[in-house]
């Protein structure tokens, strides 16, 4: 069915190394929404794309929508400890625009 | 703003008790969720309602009920508790089915 991937389930960098990670569906996504969870908190909202190839930045995270609107990428340049958490990517599926399915997440760690 | 209140923040049951998890927002916001967490598994819905009185099911309802009578609260209901439902529960709500605010979560053991 319907989904959205996000491979691998966990990653580790060095503190200072940059960091990519996507998120790929099968079909063509209406918008496509990024969340981080720090370890035993909840998911907080980080931003939503919306256009074919747009390209947002928050600080050293950067987040673009694929020009098809099939996939997405969050990139976080010269990564802190800080930035230790799962990163979740949420869409709305075909038909269900009331609610979102989120990808299984990746987990980033970072040495010191 | 308080934003996403959840009561309790944790609790043991036994095989086969109820209870309920409260959840709720001061953003008068009209659409709010519930999901369940399990390691490794990400975010799954458990029941979602787009507005009071409108309740809906997502995937995965079964051994839960919920109602939404007002618009600020939405409290999830566990029948006949079974250790798969073992999990860390959020509550979420939003003005628009867009972005999502989430509450601290409700972590449950069934033993």
């Known amino acids: 069915g319907q989904q959205v991937m996000q491979i691998p389930q966990y990653q580790h960098v060095q503190e200072g190394e940059d960091f990519t990670t996507y998120c790929n569906s099968s079909t063509t996504l209406s918008n496509i929404q990024w969340y981080k969870q720090r370890p035993g908190g909840h998911p907080v909202f980080l931003i939503q794309l919306v256009k074919s190839g747009e390209v947002k930045k928050q600080k050293r995270l950067t987040f673009q929508f694929g020009e098809a609107k099939k996939n997405s990428s969050l990139h976080i340049t010269a990564t802190q400890t800080t930035d230790v958490g799962t990163y979740f990517c949420?869409?709305?599926?075909?038909?269900?625009?009331?609610?979102?399915?989120f990808g299984k997440g990746i987990t980033l760690s970072v040495r010191p | 703003n308080a934003g996403v209140t959840q009561t309790p923040k944790f609790r043991i049951l036994k095989i086969g008790q109820s209870m309920t998890l409260q959840c709720a927002q001061d953003?008068?916001?009209?659409?709010m969720y519930w999901y369940r967490q399990d390691p490794g598994m990400g975010l799954k819905l458990i029941y979602y309602s787009v507005g009071a009185g409108i309740t809906d099911k997502g995937e995965v309802p079964n051994g839960y009920n919920v109602s939404r009578s007002t618009t600020e609260d939405f409290p999830l209901r566990l029948e006949l508790a079974a250790p798969s439902q073992t999990s860390v529960y959020f509550c979420a709500s939003s003005r628009n089915s867009y972005e999502q605010y989430f509450g601290p979560g409700t972590r449950l053991t069934v033993t």
């Open positions: 953003m008068n916001h009209n659409y």
């Open positions: 949420a869409v709305h599926l075909t038909g269900a625009n009331s609610k979102l399915t």
